[in-house]
């Protein structure tokens, strides 16, 4: 036997090696790296536990959120402290049925925390996913067709120049009556918000994927893809779009975080919902006036709306790292 | 780069022109109706007159370049004659807001300087807190300074302004007592006590714009700070037995410096459209809002020549990015 038939039948036996061991899935490899993230772990949970409690929470709570009591229960039920107020002042006025109390209208807080929070994800998902189909779409179109690659890329940089939160505030005045008109006042005030942050917020999402996709384009099983007659829109889809999956799936988390931002800012600011439909943000706005008597009302939706947010901020880190194969395996 | 810089002006031209036609349109095709606050007793026959005197009467386009002429020459003709007591736009017709009958202009003019301390104070601190956080966290890379800088930024990117500002009011007027939770415009500083109030009530503004700015610059000053650590020259630097305050502070610190400085001219627009929130909350008099006061009251002249001063300032600030960038590093020239 020659040396270099040696050296084959090596090369053989521990290429075999190497396939006998068990098989490790890209996805395996993402979460192991994604679990040494330690920030990006206690991110997800927390936002998991809060979408839990969000979505679950109404079910098994027992107050709701809408009631009003009338009468003498009026004035029984309003503006009773959280319980945990037993601390240091026993003689406050407070209940064992009503955990963190109830408002000036005898609403109990904890059921509107909730009943928001379910609107402040909702508002932010949808807008998430609006702006990401937006900008995955132009994105991809800018990166792949040259021809509309200086059009589109005018197009983002012209709506980058826009002064986005005043004219969100307009659109949000100017808008708010037909739709609500059309559609009804929560639904209208909901597809409005839902469209107007979606709609100013594709920007980033484009940029970073035309660039990926622009290296792609280049790569060898696109132009291997191309001459055996793949037509474009199939080369997008099987080759291109998994391919500049993982930055989409980071503007993803990271358009979920300023999503939520902007609602409550623009509940806030009293442009969002109607009143007596809580968010976390309008649930903030009414207690600003009355934050020297009570100020745990004003605490609990701000407390929930950055820990949200900072959940979702750690676990677009931790994503960015796990879905980067430069990273994984350091 | 004077061509570049040329180009780059003729072609914000256009940009301009195309965002103030998009303003306009949202404005235009919005279904709010102007006249919806007058009483139902007024006579149809009266409010067209109403509308007629408001300017509402022409086609859109006319009232588009009347528009485009009221700000772009007329405007700047009052500011000419401001200065130098000429009389160039003696008897021509101004930017009216509908609120109070007077030119907008003089209204942001009047309400510019209480923005500019805030705000400008709010990054000036942000500033200088920011580089050198990003430059030790920075230098001593995964040391627990830099693991509380990262924390610490994600908070700041985290908090909104709306909760933060609440924050800092319930804890250092109402707990504490500290300052006061309005700002009080009328304040004039003429004396040691006036100052130190003036200053008492800029503290919490800014300390709430300060915190969100120092979150992203510090972040961005580290990662650029790490870009050149590793760099060739560096250790060229050390071989030559530089002392290691000269390298850092000198050698890699001047490069870092390079991209901070443009985000740090891109972010001052921002701070305009993110100060809205923080003026409402400690009730700033400023820009802000006003904005905000005249969407709700529907006073549409300075709801569209306020969003298009912040569009100014965005693309202007952008132009002087680019520009400062090309100055600034000499491997990029833009010809």
Known sequence: ??????????????????????ARSQWRDIWDQFKSHRGALFGGCLFLLICLGVIVGPYVYWNDAQFVPTGRDFIKLRDMRPIYHMLWDPS????????????????????????????????????????????SFVGVIAGYFKKLDGLLMRLTDLFLALPLLPMILVAAVLFRESLSKSIGPEGGVFVLIVCLIGITSWMPTARIVRGDVLAIKEREFVLAARSIGTKPRSIISRHILPNVLSPIMVSATLGIATAIITESALSFLGFGFPPDFPTWGRLLNDAVDRMTLFPERVLWPGILISLTVLSVNYLGDGLRDALDPRIRGR | MLTFTIRRLI???????????????????????????????VPPEVKEKMRE??????????????????????????????????????????????????PVMDIVIQRMPQTLWVVGTAYVVAILIALPIGIYSAYRQYSWFDQMGTFVSMVGFSVPPFFSGVLVIVIFS????????????????????????????????????????????????????????NQDYVRTARAKGLSEYVVVMVHVLRNSMIPVVTVIALGIPSIFGGAIITEQVFKVNGIGQLLIGAIQANDLPMVQTLTFIFAVLIVLFNLIADVLYGILDPRIRYD
């Open chain 1, 1 to 22: 036997m020659t040396d270099a038939a040696k050296d084959k039948t090596l090369q053989h036996s521990s290429v075999q090696q190497e396939a006998g061991k068990p």
């Open chain 1, 92 to 135: 406050a006025k407070m209940d064992w049925a009503y955990p963190l109390g109830t408002d000036n209208l005898g609403r109990d807080t904890l059921a509107r925390l909730m009943f928001g929070g379910r609107v402040s994800l909702a508002v932010g998902m949808a807008a998430m996913i609006l702006a990401l189909l937006l900008g």
């Open chain 2, 11 to 41: 072609l914000s031209v256009p940009t301009l022109l195309f965002i103030s036609l998009v303003i306009f349109m949202l404005l235009e095709l919005a279904p709010g109706d102007p006249m919806a606050q007058v009483p139902l007793t």
């Open chain 2, 53 to 102: 005197a408001l300017g509402l009467g022409q086609p859109a386009h006319i009232r588009f370049w009347k528009w485009l002429v009221q700000f772009f020459w007329i405007e700047p003709q009052v500011l000419i004659d401001h200065y130098f007591g000429t009389t160039f736009s003696a008897g021509d017709l101004r930017v009216i807001s509908w609120q109070t009958r007077s």
């Open chain 2, 174 to 229: 109402v707990q504490l007592g500290w300052f006061p939770s309005i700002y009080d415009t009328t304040l004039v500083v003429d004396s040691w006590d006036s100052f130190v109030k003036q200053l008492q009530q800029m503290i919490m503004p800014v300390m709430v714009l300060a915190l969100q700015i120092t979150a992203q610059l510090s972040r961005f000053m580290r990662a650029s700070m790490l870009d050149n650590l």
